[in-house]
């Protein structure tokens, strides 16, 4: 069974500071996707990760995959209070089409 | 752009009786679209995988019966929840997929309460 962990949980910051939030899952997978959710709000898709040392970066945040280590990171950088949301991963199986398997979410706060 | 709508946005019915919600990709053909109910705090749970012409992959412990899946075209798959009771009531969120490579594109969910 494919089990996905977020670390940290929830996640209070200042604005200007840096964080990264984990990811790690515990088989072997085709892709990783990170995805932000608004209170209230549905899904929006991140950033999409296809192979190993794949590194992906859209304005404050950037996101990387080590396939060896199951693992991927989410860098936040100079934090802004728009930032505030939870944020997930999501792991494609292996075999599995594509079924997606989400990690717990970080809440993340920022502020001002 | 790969945009997905679902309605109704929230829907609050009595126990009992039985809810459908729509969910349409606008701008592209998904043959796959999937089912997901996530409860307040907490992460996003796959119910079932919808397959345009064909019969929906339901999780384990998702009973069929209860939530009816039809993928009748390439833009609209229904999801109904047959005599809901109050602990069905969730967010229901679909998503459409559209590759490559594989990505799943989510509606904005629809809020279910059941009193």
């Known amino acids: 069974e494919l089990k996905v962990e977020q670390n940290p949980l929830f996640l209070s910051m200042q604005e200007g500071k840096n964080y990264t939030i984990y990811c790690n899952y515990s088989?072997?997978?085709?892709?990783l996707y990170w995805y932000r959710q608004d209170p209230g709000k549905s899904l929006e898709s991140l950033f999409v990760l296809l192979s190993n040392g794949a590194v992906k970066q859209e304005g404050r945040l950037m996101a990387s995959l080590d396939t060896k280590a199951r693992l991927s990171t989410l860098h936040i950088t100079a934090a802004v209070h728009d930032l505030s949301a939870t944020y997930f991963c999501a792991v494609v199986k292996e075999t599995s089409g594509s079924r997606l398997t989400f990690g717990e979410g970080t809440q993340l706060t920022v502020n001002p | 752009g790969a945009v997905v709508s679902q309605h109704p946005s929230w829907v609050i019915c009595k126990s009992g009786t039985s809810v459908k919600i729509e969910c349409r990709s606008l701008?592209?053909?998904?043959?796959?679209m999937f089912w997901y109910r996530q409860f307040p705090k907490q992460s996003l749970m796959l119910m079932a995988t919808?397959?345009?012409?064909?019969?929906?992959?339901?999780e384990q412990g998702v009973e069929k019966d209860k939530f009816l899946i039809n993928h009748a075209s390439l833009t609209l798959s229904t999801l109904t929840v047959t005599s809901a009771h109050p602990e069905d009531s969730s967010f229901y969120i679909c998503s459409a997929q559209k590759g490559p490579p594989d990505t799943q594109y989510f509606g904005p969910g629809t809020r279910l309460t059941v009193l």
């Open positions: 701008d592209f053909q998904a043959t796959t």
């Open positions: 088989t072997t997978s085709d892709r």
């Open positions: 919808s397959n345009e012409g064909s019969k929906a992959t339901y």
